[in-house]
């Protein structure tokens, strides 16, 4: 019974996940994805020109990354207020500090999102942080130096098929969207003439290139909005990159079923995944750029979140904004905190943790709701989740009480201990075929998760 919810989710996930290429799913991508997949937590920085207005555009508060486009500002005008851009206080290691700080062993940090500004030296298009600013320093540059100096592997996102600063970027025609709903219809209103192919060739492969040979080792290619890109494009890209660095990862928003991992966004699969995986997902409720009215998420959740996802044996991809002047908010910065000190404590039942072996404690099919499918919605359940590493097994408590029952287990357990207790006073607990009842103390250690070591033989 258990094993076919388990199936039953993964298949789920499946379904609405792209699949990784099958000539990637060789014994070099292993070697590649080993670090991220012990990794399980990472930092998502979304910064640009657009961050300077803090969500706020001429009496509209709600405008985050997409603040050209969701603005209707004329090229003309954006352009100039990118000139303005000049991130005084933006400090690399200070943000890697941070990311540290928190537990993360990763960053993925925009270096041109949709509105097609480089953040990084770009000496094939001007349009750049570097030539277009008097800021003049070079982010990228230096964000990829601090990580490395801090052994926190470093990736860089790329806006693929979105560009609001090219004429030649079509978007949208497909099912259930109108042509062109995506792209600057403001300064390029003729969709007909535009021509992803000129802007590939012109700006995508010369930028990807100079990301590439310019900052050291790049671990990860971030793509998003894949867009009008071809199978041929997405391969060449993909052969591009395998060729520069051949240690890089790349996500699957390379395109037409390409890439190493899938990317669930804003929301945590409900079950497992025989693929790799990671959810990208805000500390803030939900813009990605910096946003000066926008709510947080608690850190209640984020903790959970992260647990439920290591369950799940995906990565937790978490994304702050950052200031126009360079400064990662409070309200971000005191989360990543509370999950830094939960990590300090039980880290070891994260990282390079396998995924749970019961499956039906992550949720259960609503009989009354349905999902946007029609089909039964999944709802999550908030009592407890499992991860595993050889000879024992996690349990990662979110509902305290007297005793904790889990389904059966094919081993044999020999010790149960709380993982927040140095001294690992044995707890009491019974086995038998239908399952482990724990005796668990009276106060929890956590008041948001607390974990249970299992050992078995
Ligand atoms: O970079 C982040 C988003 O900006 C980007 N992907 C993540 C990682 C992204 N691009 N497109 N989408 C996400 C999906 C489309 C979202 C939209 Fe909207 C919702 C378009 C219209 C409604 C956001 C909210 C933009 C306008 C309103």
Same mark, same amino acid.
């Given at each position: 019974?258990?094993?076919?919810?388990?199936?039953?989710?993964?298949? $789920?996930?499946?379904?609405?996940?792209?699949?990784?290429?099958?000539?990637?799913?060789?014994?070099?991508?292993?070697?590649?994805?080993?670090?991220?997949?012990? /990794? !399980?937590?990472?930092?998502?920085?979304?910064?640009?020109?657009?961050?300077?207005?803090?969500?706020?555009? +001429?009496?509209?508060?709600?405008?985050?990354?997409?603040?050209?486009?969701?603005? &209707?500002?004329?090229?003309?005008?954006?352009?100039?207020?990118?000139?303005?851009?000049?991130?005084?206080?933006?400090?690399?290691?200070?943000?890697?500090?941070?990311? &540290?700080?928190?537990?993360? +062993?990763?960053?993925?940090?925009?270096?041109?999102?949709?509105?097609?500004? /480089?953040?990084? =030296?770009?000496?094939?298009?001007?349009?750049?942080?570097?030539?277009?600013?008097?800021?003049? !320093?070079?982010?990228?540059? *230096?964000?990829?130096?601090?990580?490395?100096? /801090?052994?926190?592997?470093?990736?860089?996102?790329?806006?693929?098929?979105? @560009?609001?600063? @090219?004429?030649?970027?079509?978007?949208?025609?497909? &099912? $259930?969207?109108? /042509?062109?709903?995506?792209?600057?219809?403001?300064?390029?209103? @003729?969709?007909?003439?535009?021509?992803?192919? #000129?802007?590939?060739?012109?700006?995508?492969?010369?930028? %990807?290139?100079?990301?590439?040979?310019?900052?050291?080792?790049?671990?990860?290619?971030?793509?998003?909005?894949?867009?009008?890109?071809?199978? *041929?494009?997405?391969?060449?890209?993909?052969?591009?990159?395998?060729?520069?660095?051949?240690?890089?990862?790349?996500?699957?928003?390379?395109?037409?079923?390409?890439?190493?991992?899938?990317?669930?966004?804003?929301?945590?699969?409900?079950?497992?995944?025989?693929?790799?995986?990671?959810?990208?997902?805000?500390?803030?409720?939900?813009?990605?750029?910096?946003?000066?009215?926008?709510?947080?998420?608690?850190?209640?959740?984020?903790?959970?979140?992260?647990? =439920?996802?290591?369950? #799940?044996?995906?990565?937790?991809?978490?994304?702050?904004?950052?200031?126009?002047?360079?400064?990662?908010?409070?309200?971000?910065?005191?989360?990543?905190?509370?999950?830094?000190?939960?990590?300090?404590?039980?880290?070891?039942?994260?990282?390079?943790?396998?995924?749970?072996?019961?499956? $039906?404690?992550?949720?259960?099919?609503? =009989?009354?709701?349905?999902?946007?499918?029609?089909?039964? #919605?999944?709802?999550?359940?908030?009592?407890?989740?499992?991860?595993? +590493?050889?000879?024992?097994?996690?349990?990662?408590?979110?509902?305290?009480?007297?005793?904790?029952?889990?389904?059966?287990?094919?081993?044999?357990?020999?010790?149960?201990?709380?993982?927040?207790?140095?001294?690992? %006073?044995?707890?009491?607990?019974?086995?038998? @075929?239908?399952?482990?009842? %724990?005796?668990?103390?009276?106060?929890?250690?956590?008041?948001?998760?607390?974990?249970?070591?299992?050992?078995?033989?």
């Amino acid at each position: 019974m258990i094993k076919k919810t388990v199936l039953a989710l993964a298949l $789920g996930w499946l379904g609405q996940m792209a699949a990784a290429g099958d000539a990637e799913a060789s014994a070099a991508a292993g070697d590649r994805m080993e670090w991220w997949q012990d /990794a !399980r937590f990472g930092m998502f920085i979304h910064w640009g020109v657009y961050s300077k207005a803090g969500g706020e555009w +001429k009496g509209t508060t709600d405008h985050g990354e997409w603040l050209q486009f969701t603005a &209707k500002i004329p090229l003309a005008e954006y352009t100039e207020f990118a000139r303005g851009f000049n991130p005084v206080d933006f400090d690399a290691e200070e943000w890697v500090q941070i990311a &540290k700080d928190a537990g993360m +062993k990763y960053m993925v940090i925009t270096t041109k999102h949709h509105d097609g500004f /480089a953040m990084f =030296d770009s000496p094939s298009n001007e349009y750049n942080i570097v030539d277009w600013t008097q800021f003049g !320093r070079d982010p990228i540059k *230096e964000l990829a130096d601090a990580s490395h100096d /801090a052994g926190i592997h470093f990736g860089v996102y790329y806006s693929l098929g979105r @560009d609001w600063h @090219d004429p030649d970027v079509p978007t949208g025609g497909e &099912k $259930g969207r109108s /042509a062109g709903d995506r792209s600057n219809l403001i300064d390029y209103p @003729d969709e007909s003439i535009k021509d992803f192919s #000129k802007y590939f060739e012109r700006k995508v492969k010369p930028q %990807v290139r100079e990301l590439l040979t310019q900052y050291g080792a790049v671990d990860i290619m971030w793509f998003d909005t894949p867009e009008k890109i071809s199978a *041929e494009q997405s391969a060449e890209l993909l052969e591009m990159i395998r060729e520069l660095q051949p240690q890089c990862i790349v996500n699957n928003r390379i395109g037409n079923g390409l890439g190493d991992y899938g990317t669930p966004e804003q929301e945590i699969p409900e079950g497992r995944s025989v693929k790799p995986w990671e959810t990208c997902m805000t500390v803030s409720s939900r813009i990605w750029g910096y946003n000066k009215t926008v709510g947080y998420r608690d850190s209640e959740e984020l903790i959970r979140n992260l647990i =439920d996802i290591s369950s #799940k044996s995906g990565n937790y991809l978490l994304n702050v904004g950052p200031t126009g002047e360079g400064i990662i908010p409070s309200e971000s910065v005191e989360r990543l905190q509370a999950m830094g000190d939960w990590l300090r404590v039980n880290g070891e039942a994260i990282y390079a943790c396998g995924p749970t072996p019961f499956g $039906g404690e992550a949720g259960h099919y609503s =009989d009354t709701e349905k999902d946007k499918h029609g089909k039964p #919605k999944f709802v999550s359940d908030w009592k407890w989740r499992a991860t595993t +590493k050889p000879g024992k097994l996690y349990i990662h408590i979110f509902q305290w009480s007297e005793t904790i029952k889990l389904p059966a287990f094919g081993e044999k357990v020999i010790k149960a201990y709380l993982l927040a207790d140095p001294d690992q %006073v044995e707890l009491t607990f019974t086995q038998s @075929d239908t399952g482990i009842v %724990v005796t668990l103390p009276e106060q929890a250690p956590d008041a948001v998760a607390s974990v249970v070591c299992l050992e078995f033989k």
